[in-house]
């Protein structure tokens, strides 16, 4: 699945045993409206099974090109913003415990949004309050030492 950069992602390519498959990385800003497949989980041009699926090499170049000029000029694909530091998912009982410890509120915010959500995870699954009450505390103690939840699993020594 080779891809092609230039001051970015610019498109990309898929080979399978029949056919293959080609998109853009910002597909929805490249093509115009007599593009084919948009939105298709087979790249922008749909199932290719020969040349003849392509767009011609002028209409093929000039899509290239526009994508090229688009990562140049720093433009940015609507839904491909980093999260926010605190999702609006966390609960408000994780958001109220960790609000009373300044430190494992900032370490939370700088962990990767999987990271947060697997705390999220942990103690939203709990069925009882008590076990609830009980994990968030086990939470703030692991964030205030800056740990993921899955820290005693981390190789050491790295």
């Known amino acids: 699945m080779p891809t092609f950069m230039h001051d970015g992602i610019v498109c990309g390519m898929a080979a399978f045993k029949k056919h293959c498959a080609f998109g853009f990385?910002?597909?929805?800003?490249?093509?115009?409206?007599?593009?084919?497949c948009i939105d298709e989980s087979m790249g922008h041009f749909g199932h290719i099974a020969s040349i003849k699926d392509l767009p011609s090499d002028r209409?093929?170049?000039?899509?290239?090109?526009?994508?090229?000029?688009?990562?140049?000029?720093?433009?940015?694909?609507?839904?491909?913003?980093?999260?926010?530091?605190?999702?609006?998912?966390?609960?408000?009982?994780?958001?109220?415990?960790l609000r009373k410890h300044p430190k494992a509120l900032e370490n939370f915010r700088a962990l990767s949004a999987g990271?947060?959500?697997?705390?999220?995870?942990?103690?939203?699954?709990a069925k009882r309050e008590a076990t609830r009450l009980k994990r968030l505390g086990i939470a703030v103690s692991w964030l205030k030492d800056g740990k993921n939840m899955n820290w005693c699993y981390e190789t050491r020594g790295r």
């Open 25 to 36: 990385w910002k597909g929805k800003l490249i093509l115009d409206k007599q593009g084919k």
């Open 59 to 97: 209409q093929l170049m000039a899509y290239i090109k526009k994508a090229v000029k688009l990562n140049m000029d720093g433009v940015k694909v609507l839904g491909r913003e980093r999260r926010k530091a605190t999702p609006k998912w966390v609960p408000a009982c994780l958001l109220t415990a």
């Open 115 to 125: 990271h947060r959500n697997e705390y999220v995870i942990w103690i939203t699954d």
